[in-house]
């Protein structure tokens, strides 16, 4: 298979899962900004950079999907939270549910071909 | 401490610059995410324990970031989002400092001002009347101080709940707005000349701050529009506007209740009872309100601005409730020394000083003491009774104790005296305006000592005395009561007890009347009092304490007599004269009209069964009408018709189904009443009322008929509990109106008097009459003067119902005695005697019951006598 195809193919997959994923990493607390980029961008496969995960933070936030706030620290710069909002946690079920269904599918496709 | 170099910062700012640029348009807040990269730098930069921060460092910091935006499509996010994007210099700074004063620390500090001096309530209008209303004015401060500070830390994690109750926020301000808009224009001139009168510009500053803080909030969380403006600001306005509504629709009704004309008053009185406030109600008949709500918007608007004045407000509270203003305790008072001021349930400023009304309770002034010492005499059928009253007036001021005072029936009071400097000084009779005159002039106008004792309505006497000195200070007065007994049979009579219908006083939870009766035969009363039997030296002896709060229904003492006794005699003042008294079996004929007039008022509801079990019990043969007396006066059963089994039965059940409601003007129902009976040839009235607080229409007409009447016809009342009763107090001195004792309930009351009309019970009556010297030896046992008072009394009030008023103050004054014409009045010195033209009566003439001491020793002398003449006897006939 042509490396370029495959490259071009999981980005185009990974942009599109981008999103989801952040809501499901903020699906079970609220988390400190820094420590969910860093989480983020280690999850293997994913591939993302924090230049990629703070503009995607905003636009989720802009769009009510999630919240933020900020909260003084004596130990360095004002700490950014971000949490689910309830839009943001409807928007996460459906996605996911989205999610299964298509893996469903696309298994079953495999499995008929086979 | 982290160092920068300067290329290190250099690098770090142009890539902001350069992600801003590419950030703009793709959805994201450009200047959000260049403050998370910047934060998220230093976050690396000290989780790297870097001291200094080089541009090699900052380059592989950034390395990893990758440019900013560059997996996001930009099409796909100008399809989500609808949110311009912002310029960046126009981005909204942080909430600061003006908007937490003005938004945060102004609003609760006017709350906290106002709570605490009452500065608004004292001179304008109560804008804090309940805890809900400070509930409501305190969540302008918090939800603004929690807005400010989500907008400060962009946090838009309740930016809903946030965004409407700003509006609900806004919606209060809004109405407080409206509220102190007459007054602004003032208040603007007073905080720029004088630095006063903050408080009514704070909703509107309030207001300002309140939407600045939500679009500044809106900004820093990159929303255009946050929802909850309009429908929070309705439902802020909205709940406040239906809280103030009762206040409003009470103003209104309170306006038209005091209208001229009888139907406006009638619409009026209805909104009250149905919407009414009632503590605004109790506001205005308290004389607490019109002072300070001269801008009073809600007011103003719902009442067209009419005023009304308290003695208005008392009427038609009473109209409204059925209650008497002063039988519910006053509303907290709003005055710049305190919102929570309440002035001890009690009046500081006596308006009634010196007038015939004894309106409410007065600061500072309680009865002291009280003791009745009463000697019964069963062979003249009487009891004369003592009442002492001690008043004490803790307050800083004089004061004027005032009390009305049900008497026994047929009772008259025919001693007053008043304790000066530990002296008793006898009272002065005279014409009722000529001692009011000289108690006005004494009491009101130099401060002296004074007492007053005037009627008001049969039976019952206005008390009233001046000053009850200051801080402490006690006044002792006595009352003498000469009173005929109740026959129930010759063997026995009832003495009621005098008792307080109304007063300006208060009088402890646990206070006790002192109550003492002697009496030469036997006397039973209730089995709580202490009687103790006849000896050698001391009469029979009843002695109880009653509780005031027991007081209130008629307490009585049975006084036994012996049979035999039916006739005695007394002299009169009027040399050659004697004055006898005759027991004799009146027979009570029936009237041939009867027309009963039930009072209409809510606390007659419970009576209505009574009063229709009663109504069984009238002769056959009599013509009956019952009229209701509610908001219009109605006759249940349309004209008088024939006692019968079937006319009972309709009009029980009319009765019944009659509504009782609020007080009512029974005045044109009596004058209805009046002019069925007066048509036939023996008619009569049976007024059922409860206590007429208010008199609510003129009573001239009434009266003019009863005056002007030269038919039998009579006015038999009974009221069903104790209180004052200004129709009543109206009709003093009528001959035709009569009182039937009240022993029991009302249904075996009224049996009574329908039982005498049935000829089931005897009537005896009292019979006095002058008769010539002469006939002394006919005219049975001689007793004490009291026949010729009470002899005085009855043919004072024929003297005025006859026009012969004159005659009749001759009369009763020379008998010392309180009547419609006469009164009592006691005064200092001789001189203010002289000035007013009376002589105060002769310690010696005065009536008087004997001490226990000089009892015990005539009982001595009595007995010691009586062994003598039997052993003088036995010696003779030895």
């Known amino acids: ?114 | 401490m982290i160092e920068w170099t300067e290329t290190a910062r250099r690098t770090l700012d142009e890539y902001c610059a350069r992600s801003k640029a590419v950030l703009a348009g793709t959805g994201a807040d450009a200047e959000e995410v260049v403050e998370d990269l910047r934060r998220h730098v230093d976050e690396e930069v000290s989780a790297a324990g870097l001291k200094i921060v080089t541009e090699s460092d900052i380059r592989r910091i950034l390395a990893r970031f990758g440019e900013p935006g560059s997996a996001i499509e930009k099409k796909a996010v100008e399809k989500q989002s609808a949110v311009p994007p912002r310029e960046p210099g126009k981005e909204k700074k942080r909430p600061g400092f003006i908007l937490f004063a003005l938004g945060v620390v102004l609003p609760l500090v006017t709350l906290i001002f106002e709570l605490i001096t009452g500065a608004s309530a004292g001179v304008l209008f109560d804008p804090l009347p309940s805890w809900i209303h400070i509930a409501a004015v305190a969540l302008v401060p918090v939800v603004n101080f929690q807005i400010w500070r989500a907008g400060r830390a962009r946090d838009s994690r309740h930016e809903r709940w946030l965004s409407w109750l700003n509006g609900i926020a806004l919606g209060i301000c809004v109405y407080y707005m409206i509220l102190y808009l007459p007054i602004m224009p003032f208040a603007t001139i007073g905080v720029i000349y004088f630095g006063l009168g903050l408080i009514p510009l704070t909703p509107l500053v309030a207001l300002v701050a309140t939407s600045w803080l939500r679009l500044t909030y809106a900004a820093r969380i990159a929303k255009e529009k946050l929802p909850g403006a309009a429908w929070g600001a309705i439902a802020g306005f909205g709940f406040l506007f239906l809280l103030q509504l009762p206040v409003a629709l009470t103003y209104y009704g309170l306006a038209r209740a005091s209208a001229t004309d009888k139907v406006t008053r009638l619409h009026g009185v209805r909104v009250l009872r149905m919407f009414g406030d009632d503590q605004l109600m109790l506001r205005v008949c308290y004389g607490l309100l019109w002072r300070d709500v001269n801008f009073d918007v809600v007011r103003l608007v719902a009442s067209g601005n009419q005023q009304i004045s308290a003695d208005q407000a008392r009427a038609v509270y009473y109209q409204v409730t059925g209650r008497p203003f002063n039988s519910v305790q006053p509303p907290p008072l709003y005055t710049r020394r305190g919102r929570w001021n309440v002035v001890d349930q009690e009046f500081e400023w006596d308006g009634a000083l010196g007038g015939e009304v004894v309106a409410g309770r007065v600061k500072g002034l309680s009865l002291l003491s009280s003791r009745m010492d009463a000697v019964a005499e069963p062979d003249a059928s009487l009891v004369y009774c003592e009442w002492t009253l001690e008043f004490k007036n803790v307050a800083s001021q004089q004061r004027e104790a005032r009390a009305q005072i049900a008497l026994p029936p047929g009772a008259v009071v025919s001693r007053l005296t008043l304790w000066i400097n530990g002296e008793e000084r006898e009272a002065a009779f005279g014409g009722r305006s000529q001692v009011r005159q000289a108690y006005q002039q004494v009491a009101v106008v130099q401060r002296r000592d004074p007492v007053l004792v005037t009627t008001c309505g049969p039976d019952r006497v206005l008390v009233q005395c001046f000053p009850v000195p200051p801080d402490g200070g006690v006044m002792k007065v006595r009352i003498g009561i000469t009173a005929p007994l109740i026959l129930d049979s010759l063997e026995q009579g009832q003495f009621v007890w005098p008792r307080f219908l109304e007063r300006n006083f208060g009088i402890a939870a646990d206070f006790k009347h002192a109550l003492w009766i002697e009496s030469p035969v036997r006397l039973s009363g209730d089995p709580t009092a202490v009687v103790t039997p006849k000896s050698a030296t001391r009469p029979f002896s009843l002695r109880e304490s009653l509780p005031e709060s027991d007081a209130g229904e008629s307490k009585r003492v049975v006084v036994h007599r012996s049979a035999d006794v039916k006739s005695v005699w007394s002299p009169a003042e009027e040399g050659g004269q004697l004055i006898r008294q005759t027991i004799r079996l009146v027979p009570a004929a029936a009237p041939a009209r009867l027309i009963v007039v039930v009072d209409g008022s809510i606390g007659m509801q419970k009576h209505a069964r009574e009063i229709t079990d009663a109504l069984l019990e009238l002769p056959a043969g009599m013509e009956l009408a019952v009229i209701v007396a509610g908001d219009e006066a109605r006759v249940l059963n349309g004209k008088p018709e024939k006692v019968a089994p079937a006319v009972l039965t309709g009009l029980a059940r009319s009765l019944r189904l009659a509504e009782f409601v609020g007080g009512q003007d029974n005045v044109p129902a009596l004058e209805l009443a009046w002019d069925l009976a007066a048509s036939a040839e023996h008619g009569a009235v049976v007024w059922i009322h409860q206590p007429q607080s208010a008199l609510l229409a003129p009573e001239s007409t009434l009266r003019q008929y009863m005056e002007r009447d030269s038919t039998a016809t009579r006015l038999y009342e009974i009221q069903t509990r104790n209180g004052p009763d200004r129709v009543i107090e109206k009709l003093d001195g009528l001959a035709a109106v009569e009182r039937v004792p009240r022993f029991g309930s009302v249904r075996s009351d009224l049996s009574g008097l329908f039982a005498e009309w049935n000829g089931k019970r005897p009537r005896l009556a009292l019979v006095r009459e002058p008769i010539a010297a002469s006939l002394e030896a006919s005219a049975g046992s001689r007793c004490s003067k009291h026949i010729v008072r009470l002899w005085a009394r009855d043919e004072a009030l024929h003297l005025a119902a006859r026009r012969e008023r004159e005659a009749g103050i001759k009369l009763a004054t020379e008998n010392q005695l309180v009547t419609p014409l006469t009164g009592a009045v006691v005064l200092e010195t001789q001189q203010q005697f002289t000035q007013n033209r009376l002589a105060p009566a002769d310690p010696k003439s005065v009536p008087a019951v004997p001490e226990p001491q000089t009892a015990v020793l005539v009982g001595v002398g009595i007995v010691a006598w009586i062994i003598f003449r039997s052993r003088r006897r036995e010696s003779l006939n030895r």
């Not at chain 1, 989801?20 to 900004?33: F, K, V, W």
């Not at chain 1, 860093?38 to 989720?60: A, D, N, Q, W």
């Not at chain 1, 909002?85 to 495999?110: F, I």
């Open chain 1, 1 to 114: 298979m042509d490396d370029d195809f495959f490259d071009n193919w999981t980005v185009q997959v990974r942009k599109g899962l981008l999103e989801l994923c952040i809501l499901n990493a903020l699906a079970e607390e609220e988390r400190y900004g820094y420590d969910l980029v860093k989480t983020l961008v280690e999850v293997h496969g994913l591939g993302v950079t924090e230049g990629t995960i703070y503009p995607l933070l905003s636009r989720l936030r802009v769009a009510g999907l999630v919240g933020s706030r900020l909260e003084e620290s004596s130990s360095g710069p004002a700490r950014k939270y971000y949490s689910l909002t309830r839009e943001g946690r409807k928007a996460m079920d459906t996605m996911n549910d989205y999610m299964a269904d298509l893996n469903r599918s696309v298994t079953r496709l495999r499995k008929k071909g086979a």
